[in-house]
């Protein structure tokens, strides 16, 4: 068996990374992606690998040589690389094509070692490794029968969106018999030439054998192998995510401050949002209005203002809409003076936001990081504060002060002059939680020292929409808000969203009562788990302290090798070095793998 190469192309797309350079040549963790693959087929029983060259050719050839650990090299070259496509450059071997079984690779691919091991070692004498679609994928898709022939090769002209669910994506990795390629392949591949020229791709060849009545090819599915195509800078960024060594493949990740729905297998209990909600229905009514969202503009401040007064029922003279709550949190800071009250650890956007010499940070010493109304009283009472920033439920600990307590803080902030700011992102998830809001004109109307904070992203399940509200009866800090944010902050899809939403309240309060309902149950599954001690919440997380025999760090890591992402809190400074992890509740699916995978450690 011999192995080809194909290298010839440009990788325009990766920039300044190929400007001297074949794509083969870029680093993944500072291993070239042709040093990689060749150490790889290194290990197979090659009798020689042939690399098809063109873009920087001799660049290649001088850095790879004539040997590699032991597999000979022969080179093609293909010398109107910029003028063809990947059909030509691998005409140009048709001749090495017919002289043994062959193993076709592209160049710009990036796989677990056991993806070659699996190809070689099963008996089918030709084979098209495949994946499931996921939305990264891009380039030709193939359609299977039950018994995993290839009935179809689907290039990106034929693609069809509502058929992805059908749909395999080539990995560029094929195993060829002699026999195939000699009889078959090599001759279709000539005529097709040609008919149609140069400039097209080689898979094109197989889709015509496949519509033949006898077709030898078939497909080989992975089952959760690793491997990624890199035309880009951002295929390079998350490459080097997904095949980073176990020490920086976490840090790599945490980096990403969400996005992971680029790595479709990865379980993501670190962001916060309700499993339960939004509906189908509200879902398919935005996918119905998609074309128009898409192209028309979004309404400007003054009438997102009057959509998200009526999404939370108050009046708009004291709403500001923003583009997530972060944007509310960033210009809130920048009004506020003097010195601000805060407790730790907490949700840390306010305090970064922040002067830090101006903060009186109050942490409760105990191991719950629990805390009442009454030790904030007590706490700021001596404390020369200008406002008070509370989180409740608080993040990450999920301590709540109930609704008449809270009212006891605003009393006894106003009668001392302390603008009382309090973020209730996570109130919905709260028991009793349709009467533990602030947002309410009396409330906003009479205590005009108090801001209010809300984050739709978690509790609505609308992350991707970015949308947040400041409700405050302040309105010269309304208004000052309303300036200092773009007009036109928010999407369009976003706005959509807010002027449909009230069809499906009722769906919300259900979605709440189904989240409580499913948090009981996931914390009594938690607290079975013999190294974890689970603080009670009233948000849709837990924070937990990591014990004997794991630590906080080693934990996180055992379990994203089994793709599931936590938060590991233990290098925040409140933490003093103590192990504790923060864990979302997810759907009552995802959780219960989360405690099947704590359960085999």
């Known amino acids: 068996m011999q192995a080809i190469i194909l290298a010839a192309g440009m990788g325009k797309r990766l920039g300044d990374l190929t400007r001297n350079n074949t794509k083969c040549m870029v680093e993944v963790n500072g291993i070239s992606l042709i040093d990689r693959a060749l150490t790889q087929l290194s290990r197979l ?25 032991g597999l000979a090299i022969t080179y093609v070259e293909n010398p109107v690389y910029d003028k063809t496509n990947n059909i ?68 990106k002209k034929a693609f069809r969106y509502e058929e992805v669910g059908s749909y395999y994506k080539t990995v560029n990795i094929y195993k060829f018999s002699r026999d195939f390629l000699k009889n078959s392949y090599v001759p279709f591949l000539e005529a097709y030439t040609k008919a149609l020229g140069n400039n097209e791709y080689y898979e094109q060849v197989l889709r015509v054998i496949t519509l033949l009545d006898k077709c030898d090819l078939k497909a080989l599915p992975l089952d959760g ?95 500001v809409a923003g583009n997530g709550a972060a944007e509310l949190i960033k210009s809130l800071m920048q009004y506020l003076q003097g010195r601000v009250g805060v407790v730790f650890p907490t949700f840390e956007e306010y305090p970064n936001r922040y002067i830090a010499e101006r903060l009186e940070i109050f942490v409760p010493q105990n191991s719950d990081f629990a805390y009442t109304a009454d030790d904030l009283m007590t706490y700021f009472a001596g404390k020369d504060i200008q406002s008070l920033l509370l989180i409740n439920p608080d993040n990450p600990s999920g301590n709540f002060i109930p609704f ?27 028991e009793g939680y349709d009467k533990n809001s602030l947002l309410h004109n009396e409330i906003l109307g009479n205590h005009p020292q108090l801001v209010v904070m809300k984050s739709i992203s978690k509790s609505y399940g609308v992350p991707g929409l970015r949308l947040g509200i400041m409700a405050s009866g302040d309105k010269v800090l309304v208004d000052w808000m309303k300036k200092d944010v773009a007009i036109w902050n928010i ?31 996931f914390f009594a599954a938690l607290q079975a788990v013999p190294f974890l001690r689970v603080i009670p919440s009233q948000a849709n997380y837990f924070l937990c302290e990591v014990k ?21 809190c233990s290098a925040k400074k409140t933490f003093a070095g103590k192990d504790y992890i923060r864990i979302a509740v997810r759907s009552l699916e995802d959780n219960n793998k989360l405690i099947e995978a704590l359960a085999s450690f």
């Open 548 to 568: 004997a025999p794991y630590t906080a760090l080693e934990l996180t890591r055992r379990l994203l090798r089994k793709n599931i992402l936590i938060k590991d």
């Open 88 to 155: 030509y450059s691998l005409s140009l071997a048709k001749k090495e094509l017919q002289e043994d079984d062959t193993l076709l690779i592209e160049s710009d691919l990036i796989f677990d070692d056991r993806l070659l091991d699996k190809l070689v070692s099963n008996p089918y004498p030709n084979l098209a490794l495949v994946d499931k679609y996921e939305t990264w994928m891009d380039g030709t898709m193939v359609k299977l029968d039950d018994d995993n022939n290839i009935v179809n090769f689907v290039p």
């Open 225 to 319: 192998e690793k491997w990624y195509e890199i035309d880009d800078i951002q295929d390079l960024d998350i490459a080097e995510t997904i095949f980073a060594s176990e020490d920086n493949q976490l840090p790599l990740y945490q980096k990403r401050f969400g996005g992971y729905w680029r790595f479709p297998n990865l379980l993501d209990f670190c962001y916060l949002v309700n499993p339960f909600f939004p509906p189908q229905k509200l879902k398919d009514e935005i996918r119905a209005n998609f074309d128009v969202l898409l192209s028309e503009y979004p309404s400007g401040m003054r009438i997102n203002s009057l959509l998200i007064a009526k999404y939370f029922h108050i009046d708009c003279q004291y709403a």
């Open 45 to 69: 029983d090659l009798s020689r690998v042939i690399i098809v060259i063109g873009y920087q050719g001799e660049n290649l050839r001088s850095h790879v040589g004539d040997t590699y650990k």
């Open 491 to 521: 999407n369009s899809f976003a706005e959509f969203y807010m002027q449909i939403f009230g069809k499906y309240e009722n769906d919300y309060q259900q979605a709440c009562g189904k989240f409580v309902a499913e948090r009981n149950r």
């Open 404 to 430: 008449n307590d809270l009212l006891r803080l605003l009393a006894w902030a106003e009668e001392r002059g302390i603008r009382l700011v309090v973020d209730e992102s996570f109130v919905d998830f709260s």
